[in-house]
């Protein structure tokens, strides 16, 4: 089979997988679901990992890919690429709290979220891996190997901020309400909305966090039933506790 042939073969993988790298984190659930979905309709995608799969422990590689501060991948191809897939079954099943994988795993460059990081060093990895072991040739951005930045035992890792990436989040919130042409189960009028996330985000920018509180309660009341929207609400609110609560 040539390789444009196989490359078609797979086309809905490497679609989701694409999706998934340009997304956002808000809609990391849906992207998540779109890779699983595509690996089960792409047979030769399926069975690959089928075969990989055997005799693998996910629970023992686990434990072990998460004794440190960074996500250890396993070493070979077929342990790795089994690891990830589990991990995305586990995510989706909701077995494993994404949100905490991200805040504990790949917050360590404040250069990058922790969205982008895991995308750039899991599921990037992951697509690499695949078209490696079904020797498929296909442009893509250059293979960064996943390795944890090197911390000096002696020294203190620098802190987070939160602010910032609360900041962020709401940032990803506005681009996200903007390109959405229709929201369902909102209680305020989609650029009111955008005008109250907008104006958050300069607060949590300039740190003026007396005003959290009534953010929170009008963004809360907003989109109760909205699936997309409580994804996000759920990391705002994390992200705005954690910093009301340390200034108490």
């Known amino acids: 089979m040539t390789n444009e042939k196989k490359l078609q073969e797979i086309q809905g993988f490497l679609v989701s997988v694409k999706n998934m790298l340009e ?21 030769v995608v399926y069975n690959l990992i089928a075969e990989c799969m055997i005799n693998f422990d996910f629970a023992y590689e686990w434990q072990r890919a998460t004794e440190g501060n960074y996500l250890k991948l396993p070493e070979s191809d077929p342990k790795r690429i089994s690891f990830i897939f589990c991990l995305l079954n586990n995510i989706d099943d909701r077995n494993i709290d994404v949100t905490a994988v991200l805040e504990r795993f790949f917050s360590y460059d404040i250069a990058y979220s922790p969205y982008d990081l895991f995308c750039k060093y899991v599921i990037a990895e992951f697509r690499r891996l695949i078209l490696k072991h079904l020797n498929i040739e296909i442009s893509a951005p250059k293979h960064v190997k996943f390795e944890a930045p090197e911390v000096d035992a002696q020294v203190k890792e620098p802190e987070i901020d939160d602010y910032e990436k609360l900041s962020l989040v709401l940032r990803d919130l506005v681009k996200f309400l903007g390109e959405q ?24 920018r300039n740190r003026q966090i007396e005003y959290f509180y009534a953010f929170l309660v009008t963004l809360n009341s907003v989109a109760p039933k909205n699936k997309e929207l409580r994804t996000m609400l759920a990391e705002i609110n994390r992200l705005a506790s954690t910093l009301i609560s340390k200034r108490k």
Not at 34 to 42: C, G, K, P, Y
Not at 191 to 201: N, Q, R
């Open 181 to 204: 042409k229709k929201l369902k189960n909102l209680i305020m009028p989609k650029y009111d909305l955008i005008a109250v996330v907008s104006t958050f985000e300069q607060v949590a």
């Open 23 to 43: 997304s956002k984190y808000i809609l990391i659930d849906r992207r998540v679901a779109d890779i699983l979905r595509s690996i089960a309709e792409t047979n």
